[in-house]
């Protein structure tokens, strides 16, 4: 996955999700600038998609057990 395949990931997960919009944009803000600190790209790329999949996965078990 590139960059701009995250931000496009981001952006459909945002519109998903709108709950998660600001969590979402920090992850990715955090990916982008551990990139431009040198860190490296996959691996950043692929944190922030994980992390995302939590916060989404966390949100609707959250969401689940509120009707409960």
Same mark, same amino acid.
Do not use: H, R, T, W
């Given at each position: ?6 931000? #496009? %990931?981001?952006?459909? !997960? *945002? ?7 600001? $969590?979402?944009? #920090? ?5 982008? #600038? ?9 691996? $950043? *790329?692929?944190?922030?998609? !994980?992390?995302? $999949?939590?916060?989404?996965?966390? %949100?609707? %078990?959250?969401? #689940?057990?509120?009707?409960?």
């Amino acid at each position: 996955m590139s960059i701009k395949q995250l931000a #496009d %990931y981001c952006l459909g !997960m *945002i519109q998903e999700f709108p709950a998660l919009e600001n $969590e979402i944009k #920090d992850l990715f803000q955090l990916a982008v #600038d551990e990139i431009e600190q040198g860190e490296s790209a996959p691996n $950043e *790329i692929e944190l922030c998609y !994980m992390a995302i $999949e939590g916060e989404i996965q966390e %949100y609707l %078990y959250i969401k #689940d057990n509120e009707s409960i």
